[in-house]
């Protein structure tokens, strides 16, 4: 008798904690799309219900049987009787207990049966829906079906889509690709609610010119070497950011500006990208960008902009709203910023992240470039055609998103960075204090140094040489013994390292960094080697792999500091030439300089330029191209053209009769159109004429009337596309027009064409805005 209540109490509680493993696995309501297995794990559990009923049941019945065995034998007789029955009163009461669990048992069954029968009717309809589902046939989404076809193979392949509601039904895919995703029609069994007029949004926050730094400060944020250097460099420039600001503020006159929301992400200083800048910034590492990171974060802080700065994927995805997986499916909210800083890594991770949102939102990218993109690398079709294809390339941007360091290519906006402003009283201390005969070499890492003995003893002649290379325990072996090597400098100490300085020499590496503007602005003469040819990704290592051909642009060390400051700041000679670097040598320690910085590279300039490009730049709006001449019909005729000949006759202008001019940044008032010689880019043939090459004028003399105007004949006209277009091949009398609009370019040249090249004015000190851009 007690072997038989012990089993049935260990029968008890085994059914129990298999019931309750039922339940907890198989919760109603744990997700909407989850249906199927739930209405399955339930009829499961219903199972488990009645199964314990019936052993329960049956375990009453042989209780009972016992019982009456017991009392129909003298089962106390003899001794037996030793064992007095008191002992099973619990037995008595056990078995009560069973009893009433066997009824609520009972009663559970029933009930659950009552409600999985409700549930399953319900769950009948919702899957005969789900798999009646058919792929709707409708002209206006036709990727649809192709679509669905892919999802059936592959929709397992990403956690996001079952994220989603994706379970593998042809309804889960229509719902998704309708309502997630858009490539195809609305279910109309679909719930949805009536779409009602959304309210006008409110009107945006103005931006105000801000007055302290200190909340930027902690936006950047704390954990790297290179985040240390960036606030260094924000708390040394901060009154001249403030001073600037103010004198913005009042040129601008109370002027409207919206306040932007802008994320700001520096892939390359994140873990996945290797973060390999922040180690070797007490090393003597490149800077440039890091400088140049710095600068930006204060410009836009200081404009009124609001901010969100990331360094890592994580925070990355978290600003987005990337939803879980692999970075197949859309953004799960609207993006909810108007700007996105980055870089070339930054880009990368958002494309891989973002899914069809990169799409339809990176064009509100902007991208930090340190060397630029030019629109034959950055058009992916045809630098796969025409061998442009590079590491960095083929993102089918506008080419004006990619902001560079320095203006070498007007395809892309220029960026820049800032250089320390000096008073009158630093200005006039610094002349004092010149030392005629000392010169410091512009590079911080020891292969710099190698294989210039040559240079350096004849410069040794002359001056005394100093160095701020890197170095831990033992001098480097590539730095002779005459120099005097003060080993990595912080900021301040190579400034005034700089402020003594007669010479700032550079040995042709590293490429157009911010030190020889620095120098300039501390009164140094900047000598740099001229190379011949010039550097380029076609016969230079460094430039391999680079989305720029930078064709006879890189002609020395620093092409901007050649081309935009020039002597007697800037001196580039051949080297190869001993006695022409020696001249120059004596030449300089006899000349006077002040100290000079470009105003674009003022905190002032970088204000301005930016607060430009945030208030104009639009490239969420896109402007057609005319009809190809193979599409127009005789009653389609072209407007009259909105050029004219300029009054020499050498050029055309935007016509004072032209009508409303059209609403376009820059003003197309500034517009003048020049034809190129064979040899020259349209960066080049603006320069010839004190202009700057301006690619968002190619759209208005993109069109035949234009070489009519010019007087150019043309046997043939021909829309192609090509980063050369518009052009005209002489010779053959064949004209040829750009049918990309992506491939509007002011570099590229070819001996065989003469191109149209839009031109415009450009500010005093600040290239990148015309005189009315501001």
Known sequence: RIFVLGIGFFTLCFLMTSLGGQFSAKRLGDSPFTIRTEVMGALESRGVLRRMSDMLEMLMKRMDILARLENSTDFHKGDEARFPLDRFQPAAGLMERIQAIAQNVSDIAIKVDQILRNSLLNGKVMEGRRDQCEVPRDPKYPDCAGKVEWMRARWTSDPCYAFFGVDGTECSFLIYLSEVEWFCPPLPWRNRTVAVPSPPPPPRAQAAFRRDLARLLELIGTGKESLSFMKKRIRHLAQQWLRAARRLEEKLAGRQRDQKHILIHIGFLTEESGDVFSPRVLKGGPLGEMVQWADILAALFVLGHSLRVTVSLKELQSHLGVPPGR?????????????????????????????????????????????????????????????????????????????????????????????????????????????????????????????????????????????????????????????????????????????????????????????????????????????????????????????????????????????????????????????????????????????????????????????????????????????????????MQSPPSPLALSPNATHLVWSPSAGRAPQAWPPVASLQVWVSEPQHTCTETCRRHGLVCEPTFFRFLNKEEVFLQLSIACDSTEFEMNHLYPAVAENVRECYLQKEPLLFSCAGYNTKYRRLCPCRDFRQGQVALCRDCL
């Not at 220029?414 to 006039?428: A, D, I, K, Y």
């Not at 501390?522 to 740099?528: E, R, S, T």
């Not at 022409?580 to 004596?586: D, M, R, T, Y």
């Open 327 to 635: 970075g197949n499916c859309p953004l799960t909210s609207p993006l909810p910023f108007d700007l996105i800083y980055t870089d070339y890594h930054g880009l990368q991770q958002m494309k891989q992240h973002m899914g069809l949102s990169f799409k339809k939102y990176r064009c509100r990218v902007r991208v930090i470039d340190t060397f630029g993109t030019e629109p034959a690398y950055n058009h992916e079709e045809y630098a796969t055609l025409r061998g442009y294809r590079t590491n960095w390339g083929y993102w089918n941007l506008q080419p004006a998103q990619f902001m560079t360091m320095f203006p070498h290519t007007p395809d892309n906006s220029f960026m820049g960075f800032v250089s320390e402003e000096l008073n009158q009283t630093e200005r006039q201390l610094i002349k004092a204090n010149k030392v005629s005969s000392m010169a410091v070499v512009y590079g911080k890492e020891a292969s710099i140094w190698k294989g210039k003995e040559k240079f350096l003893a004849i410069l040794n002649k002359y001056m005394e040489i100093h160095g701020t290379v890197y170095y831990e325990t033992q001098r480097p072996p590539e730095v002779p013994a005459f120099v005097k090597n003060h080993g990595l400098l912080p900021q301040h100490e190579f400034q005034q390292l700089l402020r003594k300085a007669k010479l700032f020499i550079g040995f042709g590496f590293p490429y157009e960094g911010p030190a020889p503007l620095e120098a300039i602005a501390n009164g140094c003469v900047f000598l740099q080697a001229r190379f011949n040819p010039p550097h380029s990704s076609l016969n230079h290592e460094f430039f391999r792999g680079k989305p720029t051909s930078r064709e006879a642009s890189v002609s020395s060390q620093h092409p901007y500091a050649e081309d935009f400051i020039g002597k007697p700041h800037v001196w580039t000679v051949d080297y190869n030439n001993s006695e022409e670097f020696e001249a120059a040598i004596k030449t300089i320690m006899r000349t006077q300089v002040d100290p000079y910085l470009p105003y674009e590279y003022t905190c002032e300039g970088m204000l301005e330029r930016i607060h430009a490009y945030i208030q104009h730049q639009d490239f969420c709006t896109t402007s057609s191209l005319p009809p190809s001449p193979k599409t127009k019909t005789p009653a």
